[in-house]
């Protein structure tokens, strides 16, 4: 399962599928505080006019259920005593409170009856957030997926098709606004579909 932690991204991959939060194949999920940040914050109005679009694609995993999950108060527990023996090598997180969220539903996902995840290694997230996703693997060992490569992921599982013709200017967009995807994960898009995920126009602020 794939905690989609970073708002942009989220946004991103749901234009390109709108269904990923929505179809259990996709296996993706996110959570509330990151639903209340696109529609409750100015700049995601101003930056993503279209984002209403899919309001009602940006399902969430319940908060009740995360809070009523066996470990939740001792998840919140490990991520508290975690920032709070930091190593100074290590810098600082300055973790924002979704960040905190998103730790803890981590580590309680698999005991959520919404979701069916034989294993706790198999909750990875997805964040472009670099604070985020050196606290989450440094201190719970939780594998990062960059936001192409979940799009790769389900290219190879073959549970959803790249158009050209369809979302070639949606991935122009998500070039021109959004972190640089890694090399590795380029050069995968273009072995599964042929096409080379684009660069920025010129121009374009990054």
Known sequence: MIIVADTCSLLMLL??????????????????????????????????PWRNEFRNKIQVVPLGSVTHAPSYENAKLAVKMQLE?????????????EDRSVIVLAQVLPELSVFTINNPDDVVLSTT???LRRFAENRFEIENLEPL???NSWLDAGIWGYDDQQHGSILQDWADRE?????AAKRRFRKLTGRAFPSPNSGQTR
């Open 15 to 48: 234009r390109l599928n709108p269904e990923m939060l929505t179809d259990p194949k996709f296996g993706c999920c996110t959570t509330q505080e990151i639903r209340d940040e696109i529609f409750q914050t100015a700049r995601f109005a101003r930056d993503y």
């Open 179 to 183: 972190p640089k995807p890694s090399i």
């Open 149 to 151: 490569d979940v799009l």
């Open 85 to 97: 023996h930091i190593d100074p090598d290590e810098g600082s997180y300055n973790l924002s409170q």
């Open 129 to 131: 957030d670099g604070p």
